[in-house]
């Protein structure tokens, strides 16, 4: 009666996004070991900003913190206009790109692609790739199967996403409120989140690529990426103001992902 095993039971325990996204990808390698590469970029619709999130693949993240206006892309914009993926079974059309993020790849020696929007409700949430090394893979027997499994990772990311959506959109409000009580001070908060995301650079953890993502709570965001990015000494200066603002600071400092 109770013979058969799930094989996707460790999905119901308390694993950090990025490893239940290996997790998958490791199934999937089981049954197509050509798929070498799964990552997931996130729309900001503020920004018009598709940002990378979440990977996983044998070799290094090529795009690590990686963000590019969407505009900017004829290619995942025409996708969006269709309405269906796209599969691409040979990279070398994109060979002329100037594109960053084509050079990257390109670099790592992937050939094909396949590429899948997200939505929540009707709405553009971001994309996730299935890229391999191997050319005229994506068949569509596999993309039957590639489907199914896209839709389940979109599920893990949007639910991964929601509560700190549901934070953000708290701070915001508030952040709001204080804008029109104090208009120096709300557009501060604006400027201080907006440096947030420039001072960063990689490498980052998946913890830090989410306060990125969500640079707008400013004094916590801006200190999480000093602490990182600076020496001890030096981003206990620099975060001075983080500090005074937020009195759960130094927990973070003391190590704290």
Same mark, same amino acid.
């Given at each position: 009666?109770?013979?058969? %095993?799930?094989?996707? +039971?460790?999905?119901?325990? #308390?694993?950090?996004?990025?490893?239940?996204?290996?997790?998958?990808?490791?199934l999937? &390698?089981?049954?197509?070991?050509?798929?070498?590469?799964?990552?997931?970029?996130?729309?900001d +619709? #503020?920004?018009?900003?598709? &940002?990378?999130?979440v990977h996983?693949?044998?070799?290094?993240? *090529?795009?690590?913190?990686?963000?590019? #206006?969407?505009?900017d892309?004829?290619? =995942?914009?025409?996708?969006?206009?269709?309405?269906?993926?796209?599969?691409?079974?040979?990279?070398?059309?994109?060979?002329? @790109?100037? +594109?960053?993020h084509?050079?990257?790849?390109?670099?790592? %020696?992937?050939?094909?692609?396949?590429? =899948? *929007? =997200?939505?929540?409700?009707?709405?553009?949430?971001?994309?996730?790739?299935?890229?391999?090394?191997? #050319?005229?893979?994506?068949?569509?027997?596999?993309?039957?199967?590639?489907? =199914?499994?896209?839709?389940?990772?979109?599920?893990?990311?949007?639910?991964?996403?929601?509560?700190?959506?549901?934070?953000?959109?708290?701070?915001?409000?508030?952040?709001?409120?204080?804008?029109?009580?104090?208009?120096?001070?709300?557009?501060?908060?604006?400027?201080?989140?907006?440096?947030?995301?420039?001072?960063?650079?990689? *490498?980052?953890?998946?913890?830090?690529?989410?306060?990125?993502?969500?640079?707008? @709570?400013?004094?916590?965001g @801006?200190?999480?990426?000093?602490?990182?990015?600076?020496?001890?000494?030096?981003?206990?200066?620099?975060?001075?103001?983080?500090?005074?603002?937020?009195?759960?600071a130094?927990? @973070?400092?003391?190590?704290d *992902?």
């Open positions: 009666m109770f013979e058969h %095993q799930d094989v996707l +039971a460790a999905l119901n325990g #308390k694993l950090p996004l990025p490893e239940k996204i290996t997790y998958v990808h490791g999937l &390698k089981e049954r197509f070991d050509f798929i070498d590469r799964i990552s997931v970029a996130i729309y +619709a #503020k920004t018009d900003l598709l &940002k990378t999130f996983s693949s044998d070799d290094e993240n *090529p795009l690590v913190l990686y963000s590019s #206006k969407l505009a892309s004829a290619s =995942m914009i025409e996708i969006l206009k269709v309405g269906r993926p796209r599969v691409v079974n040979d990279l070398n059309i994109f060979s002329n @790109v100037q +594109a960053e084509a050079r990257r790849l390109s670099a790592l %020696q992937y050939q094909s692609s396949y590429t =899948m *929007p =997200m939505f929540l409700n009707g709405e553009f949430f971001g994309f996730l790739f299935f890229n391999s090394r191997r #050319k005229n893979v994506f068949v569509e027997s596999t993309l039957h199967y590639l489907d =199914m499994v896209g839709h389940l990772l979109s599920l893990l990311v949007i639910h991964n996403m929601s509560t700190s959506r549901s934070l953000y959109a708290i701070v915001k409000t508030a952040a709001n409120i204080t804008l029109h009580r104090d208009f120096e001070t709300g557009a501060h908060l604006d400027r201080m989140s907006n440096y947030a995301r420039l001072i960063h650079a990689p *490498p980052f953890s998946f913890a830090v690529s989410i306060q990125l993502h969500h640079a707008d @709570v400013p004094e916590w @801006v200190f999480r990426i000093f602490v990182l990015q600076f020496p001890p000494e030096e981003c206990l200066c620099r975060g001075q103001f983080a500090l005074s603002g937020y009195g759960g130094p927990a @973070v400092a003391a190590g *992902p």
